[in-house]
């Protein structure tokens, strides 16, 4: 069945960065593109980017431009999102997510790994 | 890009139908038909019920469908369950640079 693990909680301080994995199995991972998604603490879904694992093409938030970077490698099946320049309202839980192509929908979600910028 | 706009919050009885609406633009929901609708229950991952617009994943209820028209797409759950309580989302392709944009999320309250 189709799994997404991603890497543990993390607490970094402003301008630092950080580098959250998201390791897949249950399918082939160049069939499907991956989200990222995040939500900060009592608020609403936002969408953070998108990589296509067969080329590697990404396609970020225009809010976010500059400071995400999404990477993957396919001898491990995972999927890495990289933010730079932390500020505070960066605190989030950060989810990832596959979506079959060309259909729109995340159907499989990781558990979510909480990132807290605070100085 | 501006969040999608939804209600903040609608509430109905066991057994009755809501709707939920997710106002966007031309630039979203008007061109596109890539818009999904996700649940989410409190400390939990986002589940996908609708996509494509009307689509249902499989192992996902009959009793969620969804709909659009213009630049508003529509959730509609049929036959209100408790468990059905949870905070909605929609979502939609919005093009190259935005690429997707969630709306601002409606709770859901069974009565």
């Known amino acids: 069945q189709v799994q997404l693990v991603q890497s543990g909680a993390e607490v970094t301080k402003p301008g630092a960065s950080v580098k959250v994995s998201c390791k897949t199995s249950?399918?082939?991972?160049?069939?499907?593109?991956v989200h990222w998604v995040r939500q900060a603490p009592g608020q609403g879904l936002e969408w953070v980017g998108i990589i296509h694992p067969a080329g590697g093409t990404t396609d970020y938030a225009r809010n976010l431009q500059g400071r995400v970077a999404m990477t993957r490698d396919t001898s491990t099946s995972t999927v890495y999102m990289e933010m730079s320049s932390l500020r505070s309202d960066d605190t989030a839980m950060y989810y990832c997510g596959t979506e079959v192509p060309n259909t729109g929908g995340v159907d499989y979600w990781g558990q979510g790994t909480l990132v807290t910028v605070s100085s | 890009q501006s969040a999608l706009t939804q209600p903040a919050s609608v509430s109905g009885s066991p057994g009755q139908s809501i709707t939920i609406s997710c106002t966007g633009s031309s630039s979203d929901i008007g061109s596109y038909s890539l818009v999904s609708w996700y649940q989410q229950h409190p400390g939990k991952a986002p589940k996908l019920i609708i996509y494509?617009?009307?689509k249902c994943p499989s192992g996902v209820s009959n009793r969620f469908s969804g709909s659009k028209s213009g630049n508003t797409a529509s959730l509609t759950i049929s036959g209100l369950q408790p468990e059905d309580e949870a905070d909605y989302y929609c979502c939609s392709y919005a093009g190259s640079p935005t690429s997707y944009v969630f709306g601002s999320g409606t709770k859901l309250t069974v009565l």
């Open positions: 494509e617009g009307s």
């Open positions: 249950g399918y082939t991972f160049t069939s499907y593109y």
